[in-house]
T-cell receptor
Framework: LAKTTQPISMDSYEGQEVNITCSHN???????ITWYQQFPSQGPRFIIQ???TKVTNEVASLFIPADRKSSTLSLPRVSLSDTAVYYC??????????FGPGTRLSVLP | EAGVAQSPRYKIIEKRQSVAFWCNPI?????LYWYQQILGQGPKLLIQ????????DSQLPKDRFSAERLKGVDSTLKIQPAKLEDSAVYLC???????????????FGPGTRLTVT
């Protein structure tokens, strides 16, 4: 059961790039790394997923080093609407995967 | 495409009473998950179904919680009897594909906020 560690909170300004790092030292071979975003009173929403190296989609990039013991979610040019809690999730299908406490990102004008 | 539906949205009960939550996943999604999210914490997986079979329920407090997914579509989660510490948001999620790898994208419903007094 991979445990994840993330910063509890981060502040940023509009237009800046934000990088949120997640540590997962006991990641298993079959585990994938997934990031979710959650706004108040809503369920989490999928952002991006990866296994190794770099993955990019229209909203974010995910950087995973060769040892896979950490990962970094990169949000380019954040806006006020990116203020939310971001969760790093490590696991594979059929396992009891765990969401950590998440990182509360506050984007300031 | 319609999202994951959950009902009720809010529920207030007294301790030792029973309560049930309903979830309708996105059409065609084989995998369904129930989570418990306590205020200020990340979601905790309670049970995972693939079609109408249980994939993992290791974190489900089976002395008081039960869940079923009849016909591999809708699902219900029941708590009987409820305790004060069960106050939380109960989230249902579904994903399109089946296992084994990877952990496919989950689509979450809005959740049911349960308050136990």
């Amino acid at each position: 059961l991979a445990k994840t560690t993330q910063p509890i909170s981060m502040d940023s300004y509009e237009g800046q790039e934000v990088n949120i790092t997640c540590s997962h030292n006991n990641i298993a071979t079959n585990d994938y790394i997934t990031w979710y975003q959650q706004f108040p009173s809503q369920g989490p929403r999928f952002i991006i997923q990866g296994y190794k190296t770099k993955v990019t989609n229209e909203v974010a990039s995910l950087f995973i080093p060769a040892d896979r013991k950490s990962s970094t979610l990169s949000l380019p040019r954040v806006s006020l609407s990116d203020t939310a809690v971001y969760y790093c999730l490590v696991g594979a299908y059929g396992q009891n995967f765990v969401f950590g406490p998440g990182t509360r990102l506050s984007v300031l004008p | 495409e319609a999202g994951v539906a959950q009902s009720p949205r809010y529920k207030i009960i007294e301790k030792r009473q029973s309560v049930a939550f309903w979830c309708n996943p996105i059409s065609g999604h084989a995998t369904l998950y129930w989570y418990q999210q306590i205020l200020g914490q990340g979601p905790k997986l309670l049970i995972q179904f693939q079609n109408n079979g249980v994939v993992d329920d290791s974190q489900l407090p089976k002395d008081r919680f039960s869940a079923e997914r009849l016909k591999g579509v809708d699902s219900t989660l029941k708590i009987q009897p409820a305790k004060l510490e069960d106050s939380a948001v109960y989230l249902c999620a579904s994903s399109l594909r089946e296992g084994p790898f990877p952990l496919y994208e989950q689509y979450f419903g809005p959740g049911t906020r349960l308050t136990v007094t």
